[in-house]
């Protein structure tokens, strides 16, 4: 994160009247999906058996040297290209120390203040609302070793607690992508990284899998008055990996800020642990500053230079990203920008939506269900969009028999929930199970005419002036009908009925 340019604001604040405002930055840290290490030959693999790729160069032994892996610098400067930062002709690593059992030779390979990439923004949207917020840059390094920890009876050997390193990580390419602190709330940081995390795996550069560590961050946090253009004091969310537990970790920590500083009292800068269980964060450890890292240029390796007609074809090759993809989907299905954002947010979402309409489903009809029952399903299921028995040509079977009134709206959803458990087509199950709709008038004028029966006291409180009745004779006949019915041919005649009039007169 860049240091603000001035002293930061930690003074006692008694004015309890005074508004506040969070200022929240985002460091965010990818793994890249390359074959191999930054640095070395070794598989970057998933669930092998812990230390089975390893070698010399990613476990520090003496004279290794590392050589830096072309395509990790290519994954690096798409998704530079994307954030609308400027990919610098020239970059150099540099040695961040810092000692830690995962990591081997005692210090990470990073970048520092030459960085691969600078300057850009990225825009998401938040309940409605666009907002941008500034990307300092996007970096290389690689990836620390993975650490087990063990504890309890389990993990004790002569009376003491131990840890497990697994190096198959160890090396891993990894970029950072360094906000600065322009997140305006918990729930706009949630958002920034949602639609991030939808952008990086749109670009093909990273599964992101959140379970598997391939995506975690880092957030600052402090408090202002409102409207003072000073930064705070800050302190830091290290290595999160769930989007719901760093919006409670933020709504937690800003108002213990808050509360500290309407005391009279300072703001430490340290590093915290947030529990889910507690819903509390607490200190960790004094925060590290650059300093801290004794940062110096990588001896064994030579400055990185990109040219420039490599950048400029990574650019023109670019697929659609999310954000534009939102706003074609706005313009040509004639969504609201709530469900554009929903369904045009990640690649597989949206190619199974326009999969769909292009089976001559109504865009909104789609989008409805898509969001819906489909989007229930594949929660329940833990399947990915296009993924399962409920494809897009089957999905658009059940589709065409709403849209011709072949069955209705609550059957429909009767005939999916069966596609899913029998693994079949949408006519053979409404065959099957008798879910046409109902449309003739002579069989529904009797299950309006039995309703209106049953409830007499209903009867005379609509014909006294309570016309939103009308609704619960409708409900009463769809209910009467296991949801077979024709709706708006219920509604038409339960009115009729009512008023003493055949259906379709303007008569009494």
Not at 273 to 279: A, L, Q, R, S
Not at 309 to 325: G, H, I, M, N, Y
Not at 410 to 423: G, H, I, N, P, S
Request: proline share 6%; glycine share 8%; hydrophobic share 40%.
């Amino acid at each position: 994160m860049s240091e603000p340019a001035h002293e930061p604001l930690n003074e006692p604040l008694s004015d309890t009247t005074s508004a506040w405002e969070p200022v929240i930055g985002l460091e965010v840290h990818v793994e890249l999906d390359t074959e191999t290490k930054m640095f070395c030959g070794c598989a970057v693999s998933k669930g092998d058996p812990p230390n089975t790729h390893t070698c010399p160069v990613c476990l520090a032994h003496p004279g290794a040297l590392p050589v830096v892996n072309e395509r990790a610098v290519e994954y690096a400067a798409r998704i530079a290209l994307a954030l609308g930062c400027t990919v610098r002709p020239r970059s150099i690593f540099h040695r961040k120390n810092y000692f830690y059992p995962d990591l081997p030779k005692a210090y990470q390979i990073s970048q520092y203040d030459e960085p691969l990439a600078v300057a850009g923004s990225f825009d998401y949207w938040v309940a409605g609302e666009l907002l941008t917020c500034r990307i300092n840059r996007v970096h290389m390094e690689e990836d620390a070793a993975k650490l087990i920890h063990a504890g309890g009876d389990a993990g004790r050997i002569a009376g003491s607690e131990y840890s497990l390193v697994d190096f198959n990580r160890g090396g891993t390419p990894l970029i950072e992508i360094v906000g600065e602190p322009d997140i305006p709330s918990p729930e706009a940081a949630r958002e920034f990284l949602h639609q991030l995390r939808n952008l990086v795996i749109g670009l093909g550069v990273s599964e992101c899998n959140m379970e598997e560590g391939q995506i975690r961050w880092d957030a600052n946090i402090s408090v202002r008055p409102a409207g003072s253009g000073q930064l705070g004091t800050r302190t830091e969310l290290k290595n999160m990996n769930s989007f719901r537990f760093l919006q409670q970790a933020l709504e937690a920590e800003l108002p213990r800020q808050i509360a500290v500083l309407e005391a009279g009292g300072l703001i430490e800068q340290e590093t915290l642990h947030f529990d889910p269980e507690t819903g509390a964060t607490t200190p960790l450890r004094s925060k590290e500053e650059a300093h801290d890292y004794r940062y110096f240029p990588e001896p064994d390796l030579v400055p990185l230079t990109v040219a420039e007609a490599w950048v400029d074809e990574l650019r023109r090759t670019l697929p659609e990203l999310p954000a534009a993809r939102v706003e074609r989907f706005v313009a040509q299905y004639g969504l609201s920008r709530y469900d554009a954002t929903v369904l045009a947010g990640a690649g597989d979402m949206a190619r199974f939506y326009e999969d769909l309409v292009a089976q001559g489903i109504d865009p909104k009809l789609a989008a409805n269900w898509v969001m819906g029952e489909y989007s229930a399903h594949l929660n329940a299921a833990g399947l990915s969009p296009g993924h399962g028995h409920v494809t897009a040509p089957r999905l658009a079977a059940l589709l065409r028999l709403v849209a011709d009134g072949a069955v209705s709206g609550t059957a429909a959803k009767q005939v999916f929930a069966l596609m899913v458990e029998e693994r079949g087509e949408a006519l053979e199950i409404v065959a099957r199970h008798d879910l046409a709709q109902v449309s003739d008038t002579g069989e529904l004028k009797a299950a309006v005419a039995a309703v209106l029966a049953a409830h007499p006291a209903q009867v005379e409180q609509f014909r006294a002036g309570k016309e939103q009745l009308a609704g619960f004779f409708v409900g009463q006949v769809m209910k009467a009908t296991q949801g077979k019915a024709n709706p708006q041919l219920v509604s038409e005649l339960v009115r009729a009925a009512l008023a003493g009039r055949e259906p379709g007169s303007d008569h009494v």
